[in-house]
């Protein structure tokens, strides 16, 4: 988990550190150093363009995050209402109305959905967001039920509702607060999902346009030049696997952490 | 009262016997009724987005350098002059004998063109799944079965890294091994089942590409489902009989585990389809996806609404499939 | 015969079992009492072989002069199932739901010997029979979901001794059960014994259980056994002070005054409440009820699972509607959810069973107890009357800044009986809230409640499968069956003399201490 914590770290700073500093500017091309290897003025190399990759690598972190972290923010606050909601009329026709917009969703594969919206709005970082978020819903609306139903079944919401508190007022007092680690866990499995979707979008040039630099549009354009320069194609996936793993590991560590059960197991 | 209950309880079973066959059958039509809904109302919403284009389809998809002479033509075409629900209403109809439009671009029948390359997303998304499913079993139950040692670690912390890989990236990597350094593979194309073996080589890489990660989930996902059955009564019940952790682990704690299992395979399968659309694109393969992909490139949005539909209805299809899967898994879920 | 010797078990370094010695004789039953945490069920996983991992084992367990302990898990293997069988508390998920009954009772015959699938099958449709699940009316193509749990506990009990074993451990076998289930498992057991030779050994907490079956009893605590010996016996001279504990707490009463009941505060009129059920039917859970509890009565309601007592409680509290009938509080009328008054619903409070399941375990005390004010508005000195109500039922007022987590199940229904009286309401229901509870501490909770019921003139209305428990703390006890009151009288008339049918065979099949042993 500590690793986990170190590694999303990592991104995060190299993502906000980006604002006020690169070791670079990637506005300035040098065609004279392009496809450098490692060397002490470029620790991870230059591109085709003679770019520093580090100064790339930082940039590209920030659309990553962004992207990831809105598309969970649209995905929460969207889904767990509804996941609450549904819960809290389970088995009713609103409980069934909205498993069943859920399921429909799910048969929309993830990229199909970005697919679409792209190709009827252009593509753009925005619309990225809107996709994965879009995804996103259903997830968190499951996970919120999911985690809800077993809770509605308890005595103390049984006592809550003999203090005559309603539905409204229970699922904000009661069910939340006892399902919040399952949706923080989630969080951070969605957002790891949503760097690996913007890559993937990017990577064919439906997401981040040009000049903003993204991971996966640096490694379609080392595509080309991969046998020439490995690292220009290793740097920014490996950028990926490392941001990706960490959140992973940060997930699990803090579902371990959060869970009472374990705790007392312990 | 014992004597009034298992009374009861005769009749009840008598009759059950009698009409499980009956059960079964209403369970598939039930299930084939709510298949029929989905995919209406998934038309509709595909159809809906892309009547949302910014001006209208046909301008849209002339371009903005498009005479208007041409514009109204393809709109005239189109049926764009024709109310809304008409135009759905006939898109739906046509559907449903059959005809999937004409590509806008390259003027041929749109089922033709899914049909062939279906012949290279299915064998993919197969292949993959396969592969994966042979991956992920065996890991996952020695996981499982060596749970908190230094195994299920190791197995543990692979997994996370299998996760954490983009598909596409792990795809150029294993170009870069395979195809270019040591040529055992071809990095790319497809040649057409015309050369069977050469087909099945290029798919090989692109398989392996979409399989690992999708493994990687996978056992996790078997893992914790056995770990989870494991905690169970009858699992208790069956050690008490005198089974070998191994025999319960196989007779009772699989079999169990599988209901999770399946539903993420389900899902997989999906993905495979429809996310094989990057893999496609490095390996240079005519799937699905890029017919899509290149749809959109194009502005065909009459291909790019057939095509997604097929998608869809593909992964809608599977997903009946896993309910009557379940069905046949657990014996309680048939009368319901 | 099996022989504990010095038998220790140690688990991450607390001692669950210290030197318990017990002899278990063919044909005969052994019964194992003592409180939840007391070791018994160790006690049967150590026999079997069971424990967890970490388990450090001291002692011997003795199989025809082998040392249990020092086998080898395969040859373990072959000794579970076959000589030593085990069934557990919980029917409902004791059976794999994927298996057929059949399948199941024959893998035992399979693993053991061998034998072919058409042989075992042939051998457990033999046992099943036995178990008193005849042929034609259970065939061995059943699921477990197809059962009741009396049902489903019998179907346990032929795989445990489907290869007549020598000793049949049972832990806890008839708690999740019905009184009239319990009776007839108790009985299938003794027979089992009889018949077969077999040693049993009877786990449970339950005391009037054993007096009836068992031939030797086993008194346990904390991981001792302190007393042992023939029922009887030990049941007439309780020499250690232990067992004298236990069974006067078992058959404790509060002493209760003659109750001036005054007008009546809840009636409910021919009340109907109906469920659809999956199949496209309806059940009538709760069908004509008509009942009136006086002020400051405590009233009973008794009857086994499914009888709709659970159904009429959520209509009095006011959470489902009802579909036919009335339900009044001082006159006024109660109904579900937003409809009925703030004012109305804080006059009636609710006390549940299970003490783990009744608090939110992110709430501090004084946030659970002070919930009701929702109804009343909180008043300003909230925080010292929830100090006031905690010392009322025997807790400290700076309890109210600790978690739920902290306090043990006792201390928990305390707790919950706190936040029923914060708003001084006139009626307490009493949902099985003794039910979960060791006897000892239960009848200190049944003291805390006859107390309260003296100084506050509450009226209540306690909810239980559990008879024994009602006489003692109610005045007029109400029997149930079917969604149907069937009886209605004096707590010791009903208990007595029973006069409807259904009553009768409750309290036939109610376990007891023979009253001549008490003197």
């Known amino acids: 988990m500590i690793l986990g914590a170190a590694l999303a770290g990592l991104a995060l700073i190299a993502a906000v550190l980006s604002f006020a500093w690169t070791p670079h500017d990637i506005t300035q091309l040098a065609i004279a150093d392009r496809l450098q290897p490692p060397s002490a003025a470029h620790p991870f190399g230059t591109d085709h363009f003679g770019r520093d990759i580090l100064s790339m690598v930082m940039l590209g972190a920030r659309v990553s995050i962004a992207v990831a972290l809105v598309a969970v923010g649209i995905g929460a606050g969207v889904g767990v209402p509804l996941g609450l909601l549904a819960a809290a009329h389970r088995g009713g026709w609103l409980d069934d109305l909205v498993m069943r917009g859920n399921d429909l969703i799910f048969a929309f594969p993830s990229l199909v959905i970005a697919i679409l919206i792209t190709a009827v709005f252009g593509p753009s970082a925005l619309n990225a967001i809107i996709a994965i978020g879009i995804f996103n819903i259903p997830v968190f609306a499951r996970v919120t039920r999911g985690g809800a139903l077993p809770i509605w079944t308890l005595d103390y919401i049984r006592a809550a509702e003999v203090s005559g508190k309603g539905t409204a007022l229970i699922s904000l ?34 997401g981040a346009q040009p000049p903003t630099p993204s991971w996966g549009r640096m490694l379609a354009e080392a595509q080309t030049m991969v046998t020439l320069a490995p690292h220009v194609a290793i740097i920014p996936g490996l950028c990926i696997v490392l941001t990706v793993l960490g959140l992973n590991l940060l997930g699990d560590g803090l579902r371990d952490a959060l869970d009472p059960r374990l705790k007392v197991a312990r | ?79 764009l002059d024709q109310p809304l629900p008409l135009r759905y209403a006939a898109w739906v109809g046509a559907l449903l004998q059959g005809d999937l439009g004409q590509s806008f671009t390259y003027k041929t029948p749109i089922g033709g063109m899914i049909l062939e390359r279906m012949q290279v997303s299915l ?75 050469a087909a099945l080589r290029s798919l090989i890489l692109p398989a392996v590409a979409l399989a690992l990660p999708q493994a990687a989930i996978l056992a996790r996902v078997l893992r914790s489902a056995l770990i989870e059955t494991q905690g169970q009564d009858y699992i208790r019940t069956a050690r008490a009989k005198g089974l070998t952790a191994g025999q319960t682990l196989r007779r009772h704690a699989l079999r169990n585990a599988l209901i999770p299992v399946l539903t993420i395979m389900g899902m997989q399968f999906s993905f495979l389809l429809a996310g094989a659309i990057i893999i496609e694109n490095v390996f240079y393969l005519p799937g699905l996806g890029r017919l899509i992909f290149q749809a959109i490139s194009q502005r065909d949005l009459i291909v790019v609404q057939s095509a997604v539909l097929v998608l869809v209805a593909a992964v809608i299809a599977v997903t009946f499939l896993v309910d009557l899967a379940y069905a046949a898994v657990d014996p309680r879920l048939r009368n319901r | ?148 749990g009396g049902q489903r506990q019998r179907v346990a009990i032929a795989l445990a001794i489907a290869e007549r074993p020598d000793l049949l451990i049972a832990d806890e076998p008839t708690t999740a059960l019905d009184v009239t289930t319990q009776a007839q498992i108790l009985d299938l057991l003794a027979g089992l014994v009889r018949e077969e030779g077999m040693a049993l050994l009877l786990i449970t907490h339950d005391l009037a259980v054993v007096a009836g079956l068992a031939d030797r009893v086993a008194v346990m605590k904390a991981g001792e056994i302190v007393e042992e010996g023939p029922t009887e016996t030990l049941f007439r001279t309780r020499s250690h002070p232990y067992t004298h504990q236990l069974f006067a707490a078992s058959r404790h009463a509060p002493s209760r005054h003659a109750p001036a009941t005054g007008s009546p505060l809840l009636r409910i009129r021919d009340a109907v409440r109906e469920y659809r059920l999956p199949g496209g039917d309806r059940l009538r859970a709760v069908d004509g009820v008509s009942l009136t509890i006086g002020r400051g009565e405590s009233v009973g309601l008794v009857g086994e699972s499914g009888c709709g007592k659970s159904t009429l409680t959520r209509a009095i509290l006011g959470l489902d509607p009802l579909q036919g009938g009335t339900i009044a509080l001082d006159g006024r ?18 006390v549940f069973q299970d003490p783990f399941g009744s608090f939110d375990p992110r709430w501090r005390v004084a946030r659970l107890v002070a919930e009701p004010f929702h109804l009343t508005d909180r008043p300003a000195g909230w925080r010292d009357r929830v100090g006031a109500a905690l010392s009322e039922v025997g807790l400290h007022p700076d309890d109210a800044d600790r978690y739920i987590h902290e306090f043990s199940g006792g201390q928990r229904q ?61 005045d007029r006890v109400l029997v149930m069956q079917k969604g149907r009151i069937v009886e209605d009288g004096a707590a010791e008339q009903v208990i007595d003399t029973p006069s409807a049918p259904y009553t009768r065979r409750l309290v036939a099949a109610m376990p007891r201490i023979p009253t001549d042993w008490v003197a």
């Open chain 3, 333 to 350: 009328q109660v109904m579900a959810g937003r409809r009925m008054p703030r004012d109305l619903r804080a006059r009636m409070q609710v």
């Open chain 1, 173 to 206: 007092q009661h069910i939340l607060p006892n399902i919040a680690n399952l949706l923080i866990v989630q969080g951070t499995i969605q957002f790891s999902l949503g760097i690996l979707a913007e890559a993937a979008l990017s990577y064919v040039g439906l």
């Open chain 3, 1 to 148: 015969m099996i022989d504990l010797r010095d038998l220790s078990v140690t688990i991450r370094g607390t001692q669950v079992l210290r030197d318990v010695d017990l002899r278990l004789h063919p044909g005969s039953i052994t019964g194992l009492v003592g409180e939840s945490g007391s070791g018994k069920s160790m006690t049967a996983l150590a026999i079997m072989g069971l424990l967890p991992h970490r388990a450090q084992i001291g002692g011997q367990v003795m199989l025809d002069g082998q040392n249990l302990l020092t086998m080898s898990e395969p040859a373990l293997c072959k000794i579970r199932g076959r000589r030593i069988g085990m069934i557990f508390q919980e029917p409902m998920t004791a059976l794999n739901p994927l298996m057929t009954i059949g399948d199941q009772v024959a893998e035992v015959l399979r693993i053991h010997h061998g034998m072919d699938r058409t042989a075992a099958l042939a051998r457990a449709r033999e046992r099943l029979d036995r178990v008193g699940l005849p042929d034609p009316r259970f065939p061995l193509t059943l699921y477990p979901h197809e059962l009741s």
């Open chain 3, 414 to 474: 305390r707790i919950a009986i706190a936040r029923a009286l914060i708003i001084r309401p006139d009626l307490i229901v009493l949902d099985e809230a003794v039910s979960a509870l060791d006897v000892r501490v239960r009848a200190q909770v049944l003291d805390l409640l006859a107390g309260l019921r003296r100084s506050h003139g509450l009226s209540y209305l306690f909810i239980s499968h559990d008879l024994s428990v009602v006489r003692g703390i109610t």
């Open chain 2, 123 to 197: 064998p993919l998304a197969l292949m993959a799944l396969t592969l994966a499913a042979a991956i992920a079993f065996p890991v996952g139950i020695y996981a499982a079965a060596r749970r908190g040692k230094a195994g299920d670690a190791a197995v543990m912390g692979g997994t996370q890294l299998g996760i954490a890989l983009p598909n596409f990236w792990f795809a150029m990597l294993l170009v870069l091994l395979f195809a270019v350094k040591l040529r055992w593979l071809p990095a790319g194309g497809f040649p057409g089942w015309s050369q069977p073996d």
């Open chain 2, 1 to 79: 009262m014992i004597a009034r209950r298992t009374a009861g309880a005769t009749r009840f079973t008598a009759a059950r016997r009698r009409i499980s066959v009956g059960v079964m059958l209403r369970y598939v039509l039930r299930r084939m009724i709510s298949l029929g809904l989905s995919l209406l109302v998934a038309s509709a919403l595909i159809f809906s987005v892309v009547e949302l284009v910014p001006g209208d389809p046909a301008s849209f998809m002339l371009g903005t350098g498009a005479q208007p002479e041409t514009v109204a033509a393809l709109r005239q075409q189109m049926g």
